[in-house]
Protein backbone atom coordinates (compact mmCIF):
# COMPACT_ATOMS: atom_id res chain seq x y z
CA UNK A 1 0.00 0.00 0.00
CA UNK A 2 1.31 3.45 -0.85
CA UNK A 3 -0.03 6.86 0.39
CA UNK A 4 1.04 10.53 -0.86
CA UNK A 5 2.17 12.43 1.97
CA UNK A 6 -0.65 15.16 3.71
CA UNK A 7 0.60 18.30 3.46
CA UNK A 8 -0.39 20.34 6.42
CA UNK A 9 0.06 24.25 6.18
CA UNK A 10 -0.26 26.97 8.59
CA UNK A 11 -0.84 29.84 6.68
CA UNK A 12 -0.69 33.34 8.15
CA UNK A 13 -4.23 33.24 10.08
CA UNK A 14 -5.26 29.43 10.50
CA UNK A 15 -4.19 25.85 9.64
CA UNK A 16 -4.79 24.15 6.21
CA UNK A 17 -4.61 20.53 5.72
CA UNK A 18 -4.52 21.32 2.02
CA UNK A 19 -2.49 17.97 0.08
CA UNK A 20 -3.44 14.74 -0.73
CA UNK A 21 -3.01 10.71 0.53
CA UNK A 22 -4.14 8.69 -1.73
CA UNK A 23 -3.41 4.96 -1.13
CA UNK A 24 -3.09 1.55 -3.62
CA UNK A 25 -4.69 -1.73 -2.62
CA UNK A 26 -2.14 -4.40 -2.39
CA UNK A 27 -2.38 -8.08 -1.62
CA UNK A 28 -2.66 -8.27 2.39
CA UNK A 29 -3.97 -4.50 3.21
CA UNK A 30 -7.06 -5.11 0.83
CA UNK A 31 -9.53 -3.59 3.35
CA UNK A 32 -8.89 -0.16 2.36
CA UNK A 33 -12.37 0.93 1.97
CA UNK A 34 -15.26 0.42 4.48
CA UNK A 35 -18.66 -1.12 4.34
CA UNK A 36 -21.33 1.82 5.43
CA UNK A 37 -24.82 0.94 7.85
CA UNK A 38 -27.21 3.87 8.90
CA UNK A 39 -29.52 3.55 11.31
CA UNK A 40 -31.96 5.91 8.66
CA UNK A 41 -31.81 7.35 5.34
CA UNK A 42 -30.08 10.53 6.68
CA UNK A 43 -28.30 11.07 9.71
CA UNK A 44 -27.14 14.77 10.96
CA UNK A 45 -24.01 14.83 12.63
CA UNK A 46 -22.77 17.58 14.84
CA UNK A 47 -19.34 19.86 13.31
CA UNK A 48 -16.86 21.48 16.53
CA UNK A 49 -15.72 24.45 15.10
CA UNK A 50 -13.65 27.30 17.09
CA UNK A 51 -14.29 30.26 14.52
CA UNK A 52 -10.51 29.30 12.41
CA UNK A 53 -11.81 27.76 8.93
CA UNK A 54 -11.19 23.98 11.17
CA UNK A 55 -14.47 22.16 11.45
CA UNK A 56 -13.88 18.54 13.28
CA UNK A 57 -16.15 15.65 14.75
CA UNK A 58 -16.65 13.37 17.40
CA UNK A 59 -16.43 9.73 16.08
CA UNK A 60 -15.94 6.49 18.37
CA UNK A 61 -12.97 4.00 17.27
CA UNK A 62 -13.65 0.59 18.15
CA UNK A 63 -15.87 2.08 20.72
CA UNK A 64 -13.35 4.01 21.88
CA UNK A 65 -13.90 8.35 21.07
CA UNK A 66 -11.80 10.78 19.46
CA UNK A 67 -11.87 14.07 17.54
CA UNK A 68 -11.40 14.11 14.03
CA UNK A 69 -11.01 16.87 11.20
CA UNK A 70 -12.97 17.28 8.44
CA UNK A 71 -11.26 16.93 5.42
CA UNK A 72 -11.90 16.06 1.56
CA UNK A 73 -8.00 16.87 1.06
CA UNK A 74 -7.45 13.37 2.72
CA UNK A 75 -8.55 10.56 0.42
CA UNK A 76 -8.79 8.10 3.11
CA UNK A 77 -8.74 8.11 6.84
CA UNK A 78 -5.86 8.52 9.15
CA UNK A 79 -5.15 7.75 13.20
CA UNK A 80 -2.31 8.96 15.21
CA UNK A 81 0.31 7.09 17.09
CA UNK A 82 -0.74 7.73 20.40
CA UNK A 83 -4.85 7.22 18.97
CA UNK A 84 -3.93 3.51 17.65
CA UNK A 85 -1.94 2.84 21.08
CA UNK A 86 -5.06 3.94 22.87
CA UNK A 87 -6.93 1.14 20.81
CA UNK A 88 -4.47 -1.23 21.07
CA UNK A 89 -3.53 -1.51 17.77
CA UNK A 90 -0.05 -0.26 17.50
CA UNK A 91 1.85 -3.07 18.10
CA UNK A 92 -0.16 -4.86 15.87
CA UNK A 93 -0.07 -2.83 12.59
CA UNK A 94 0.58 -3.48 9.43
CA UNK A 95 3.77 -2.17 7.75
CA UNK A 96 3.47 -0.09 4.34
CA UNK A 97 4.97 2.39 2.20
CA UNK A 98 4.77 5.82 2.67
CA UNK A 99 5.16 8.07 -1.01
CA UNK A 100 5.12 12.24 -0.87
CA UNK A 101 4.93 14.47 -3.66
CA UNK A 102 8.24 14.25 -4.78
CA UNK A 103 8.48 10.87 -5.00
CA UNK A 104 10.25 10.29 -1.89
CA UNK A 105 8.90 7.03 -0.07
CA UNK A 106 9.35 6.12 4.21
CA UNK A 107 7.70 3.63 6.42
CA UNK A 108 4.61 3.71 7.77
CA UNK A 109 1.98 1.12 9.61
CA UNK A 110 -1.40 0.97 9.39
CA UNK A 111 -4.01 0.27 11.70
CA UNK A 112 -7.11 -2.51 11.11
CA UNK A 113 -10.09 -0.81 12.19
CA UNK A 114 -13.05 -2.70 12.99
CA UNK A 115 -15.55 -0.09 13.12
CA UNK A 116 -16.00 4.08 13.47
CA UNK A 117 -18.99 5.53 14.77
CA UNK A 118 -20.23 8.79 13.66
CA UNK A 119 -23.56 9.54 14.98
CA UNK A 120 -25.95 7.02 13.80
CA UNK A 121 -23.44 5.63 11.02
CA UNK A 122 -20.97 2.88 11.42
CA UNK A 123 -18.17 2.29 8.95
CA UNK A 124 -17.02 -0.92 8.87
CA UNK A 125 -13.59 -2.99 8.12
CA UNK A 126 -11.08 -0.57 6.72
CA UNK A 127 -7.41 0.05 7.15
CA UNK A 128 -6.24 3.42 8.46
CA UNK A 129 -2.53 4.78 7.97
CA UNK A 130 -0.95 5.98 11.65
CA UNK A 131 0.70 9.36 11.01
CA UNK A 132 2.26 11.92 13.80
CA UNK A 133 -0.52 14.94 13.89
CA UNK A 134 1.33 16.33 17.07
CA UNK A 135 2.05 19.07 15.07
CA UNK A 136 -1.56 20.23 14.04
CA UNK A 137 -2.69 19.73 17.50
CA UNK A 138 0.24 22.50 18.66
CA UNK A 139 -1.41 24.65 16.19
CA UNK A 140 -4.86 24.55 16.70
CA UNK A 141 -3.94 24.22 20.80
CA UNK A 142 -6.55 21.18 20.45
CA UNK A 143 -6.17 17.21 20.72
CA UNK A 144 -7.36 15.55 17.55
CA UNK A 145 -7.21 11.71 17.18
CA UNK A 146 -7.30 11.54 13.32
CA UNK A 147 -8.31 13.11 10.36
CA UNK A 148 -11.90 11.63 8.77
CA UNK A 149 -11.15 11.46 4.67
CA UNK A 150 -13.20 10.37 1.84
CA UNK A 151 -13.33 7.26 1.82
CA UNK A 152 -15.62 7.28 4.74
CA UNK A 153 -17.33 10.65 3.19
CA UNK A 154 -18.06 9.07 0.00
CA UNK A 155 -19.92 6.19 1.05
CA UNK A 156 -22.85 8.72 1.08
CA UNK A 157 -23.89 11.41 -0.51
CA UNK A 158 -23.49 14.43 1.84
CA UNK A 159 -24.10 18.52 3.19
CA UNK A 160 -22.58 20.34 5.28
CA UNK A 161 -23.89 23.98 6.63
CA UNK A 162 -21.22 25.52 7.63
CA UNK A 163 -22.85 28.48 9.47
CA UNK A 164 -24.81 26.09 11.50
CA UNK A 165 -22.13 23.29 12.06
CA UNK A 166 -23.61 20.44 10.76
CA UNK A 167 -22.73 17.60 8.36
CA UNK A 168 -25.94 15.65 6.97
CA UNK A 169 -24.94 12.28 5.52
CA UNK A 170 -28.04 10.77 3.00
CA UNK A 171 -27.86 6.93 2.04
CA UNK A 172 -29.75 7.74 -0.97
CA UNK A 173 -29.21 9.90 -4.14
CA UNK A 174 -31.23 12.89 -5.14
CA UNK A 175 -31.54 14.27 -8.77
CA UNK A 176 -28.72 17.32 -9.02
CA UNK A 177 -30.12 20.61 -8.95
CA UNK A 178 -29.92 22.73 -12.13
CA UNK A 179 -26.98 24.47 -10.57
CA UNK A 180 -24.82 21.63 -10.29
CA UNK A 181 -21.55 21.30 -10.63
CA UNK A 182 -20.04 18.36 -12.23
CA UNK A 183 -17.03 16.15 -10.51
CA UNK A 184 -14.87 13.80 -11.24
CA UNK A 185 -13.34 11.31 -8.56
CA UNK A 186 -10.17 9.88 -8.68
CA UNK A 187 -8.80 7.61 -6.01
CA UNK A 188 -11.81 9.05 -3.31
CA UNK A 189 -10.67 12.71 -4.33
CA UNK A 190 -13.33 15.31 -5.77
CA UNK A 191 -12.08 17.56 -8.33
CA UNK A 192 -13.85 20.04 -10.56
CA UNK A 193 -13.53 22.59 -13.13
CA UNK A 194 -12.63 26.05 -11.61
CA UNK A 195 -12.02 29.17 -14.23
CA UNK A 196 -8.92 31.19 -13.25
CA UNK A 197 -8.86 34.36 -15.52
CA UNK A 198 -11.15 32.70 -17.90
CA UNK A 199 -9.25 29.77 -18.13
CA UNK A 200 -10.62 25.82 -17.09
CA UNK A 201 -8.81 24.65 -14.39
CA UNK A 202 -9.14 21.92 -12.34
CA UNK A 203 -8.87 21.86 -8.50
CA UNK A 204 -9.52 19.25 -5.30
CA UNK A 205 -12.53 20.35 -3.23
CA UNK A 206 -9.94 20.28 0.02
CA UNK A 207 -12.23 20.92 3.26
CA UNK A 208 -9.05 20.61 5.21
CA UNK A 209 -7.66 23.76 3.49
CA UNK A 210 -7.99 27.32 5.30
CA UNK A 211 -6.71 28.69 2.24
CA UNK A 212 -7.09 27.87 -1.69
CA UNK A 213 -3.77 27.36 -3.10
CA UNK A 214 -2.74 27.50 -7.18
CA UNK A 215 -0.14 25.03 -8.60
CA UNK A 216 3.66 26.55 -9.47
CA UNK A 217 2.72 25.13 -12.70
CA UNK A 218 -0.11 26.99 -13.02
CA UNK A 219 1.60 30.63 -13.52
CA UNK A 220 2.99 29.74 -16.77
CA UNK A 221 -0.14 28.15 -18.63
CA UNK A 222 -1.92 30.98 -17.15
CA UNK A 223 0.76 33.80 -18.04
CA UNK A 224 0.55 35.66 -14.58
CA UNK A 225 2.59 38.33 -15.20
CA UNK A 226 5.92 38.92 -12.65
CA UNK A 227 3.89 42.20 -11.82
CA UNK A 228 1.22 40.11 -10.10
CA UNK A 229 3.10 38.10 -8.21
CA UNK A 230 4.66 38.80 -4.92
CA UNK A 231 7.00 36.84 -2.29
CA UNK A 232 5.58 36.37 1.02
CA UNK A 233 7.05 34.85 4.40
CA UNK A 234 4.76 31.87 5.47
CA UNK A 235 5.18 29.65 8.31
CA UNK A 236 4.15 25.88 7.10
CA UNK A 237 3.84 22.82 9.26
CA UNK A 238 4.04 19.69 7.18
CA UNK A 239 4.71 16.00 8.47
CA UNK A 240 8.22 15.92 9.32
CA UNK A 241 7.85 19.21 11.59
CA UNK A 242 7.72 23.29 10.87
CA UNK A 243 9.23 26.08 9.20
CA UNK A 244 9.59 29.27 7.74
CA UNK A 245 9.29 29.97 4.22
CA UNK A 246 8.97 32.41 1.23
CA UNK A 247 6.24 31.57 -0.80
CA UNK A 248 4.98 33.04 -4.30
CA UNK A 249 1.43 34.71 -4.06
CA UNK A 250 -0.14 35.92 -6.97
CA UNK A 251 -3.29 38.53 -7.87
CA UNK A 252 -5.85 36.88 -10.11
CA UNK A 253 -8.30 38.50 -12.38
CA UNK A 254 -10.94 36.66 -12.50
CA UNK A 255 -11.70 33.42 -10.09
CA UNK A 256 -15.29 31.56 -10.97
CA UNK A 257 -16.68 28.45 -9.78
CA UNK A 258 -20.44 28.26 -9.89
CA UNK A 259 -21.88 30.94 -7.57
CA UNK A 260 -18.08 31.94 -6.20
CA UNK A 261 -16.95 34.79 -8.28
CA UNK A 262 -13.68 36.85 -7.29
CA UNK A 263 -11.94 39.63 -9.10
CA UNK A 264 -8.37 40.29 -8.22
CA UNK A 265 -8.18 37.48 -6.09
CA UNK A 266 -4.96 36.86 -4.56
CA UNK A 267 -4.20 33.06 -3.50
CA UNK A 268 -0.63 31.55 -2.54
CA UNK A 269 0.90 28.64 -4.80
CA UNK A 270 2.31 25.31 -4.09
CA UNK A 271 2.62 22.16 -5.93
CA UNK A 272 -1.34 21.30 -6.33
CA UNK A 273 -4.90 23.60 -6.96
CA UNK A 274 -7.35 23.06 -4.02
CA UNK A 275 -10.39 24.99 -3.17
CA UNK A 276 -10.05 25.47 0.66
CA UNK A 277 -12.38 27.00 3.14
CA UNK A 278 -11.76 30.74 2.49
CA UNK A 279 -14.07 30.12 -0.69
CA UNK A 280 -16.01 27.30 0.70
CA UNK A 281 -17.58 28.53 4.31
CA UNK A 282 -20.16 31.00 3.00
CA UNK A 283 -22.20 28.06 0.87
CA UNK A 284 -23.66 25.28 1.85
CA UNK A 285 -21.91 22.57 0.38
CA UNK A 286 -23.65 19.23 -0.98
CA UNK A 287 -21.46 16.54 -2.76
CA UNK A 288 -22.86 12.86 -4.15
CA UNK A 289 -19.51 11.73 -5.07
CA UNK A 290 -21.25 8.39 -6.51
CA UNK A 291 -23.61 10.61 -9.14
CA UNK A 292 -20.51 12.87 -9.69
CA UNK A 293 -21.68 16.56 -8.91
CA UNK A 294 -22.02 18.94 -6.08
CA UNK A 295 -23.15 22.19 -5.46
CA UNK A 296 -23.69 25.23 -3.24
CA UNK A 297 -26.34 27.08 -2.11
CA UNK A 298 -26.48 30.58 -0.48
CA UNK A 299 -27.77 29.48 3.02
CA UNK A 300 -29.55 33.22 3.00
CA UNK A 301 -31.37 32.45 0.09
CA UNK A 302 -33.47 29.52 1.84
CA UNK A 303 -35.60 29.58 5.40
CA UNK A 304 -35.80 25.20 5.04
CA UNK A 305 -33.54 23.84 7.90
CA UNK A 306 -30.62 21.66 6.48
Same mark, same amino acid.
Given at each position: =????? #? ?30 ? =? %? ?17 ? *? ?12 ? &? ?12 ? #? ?5 ? %? ?8 ? $? ?9 ? &???? +? ?20 ? /? ?29 ? $?? $? ?17 ? /? ?15 ? %? ?12 ? *????? #? ?10 ? #??? *????? &? *????? $? ?21 ? +? ?17 ? /????? %??? &???
Amino acid at each position: =MFIKL #KLVYWLLLGVSLSGCVTTHKSSDLNAYNPECL =M %ATESVQVLLLNDNNYQWRV *QVEVNGIPGTFILD &TGSDCTIITPQFAR #KLGLLDN %AKAGRLVSHD $SKSGKVRFADI &TSLH +MADVDYIGFYAPILDLDHINRA /LNTEVAGILGNNLLNKTAWQIDWRRNTLTLK $SL $SSEPPPDAIPIVIRHNRIY /LTVLVNGRPTEFALDTG %AYRSVLAHKELARL *QIPAD #KRSEINAPKIDI #KGA *QYFKQ &T *QVQLD $SFQVGPIQRTDFFMLTWDHNALG +MDLLSSWILKVDARHRWLS /LTDPD %ATS &TPH
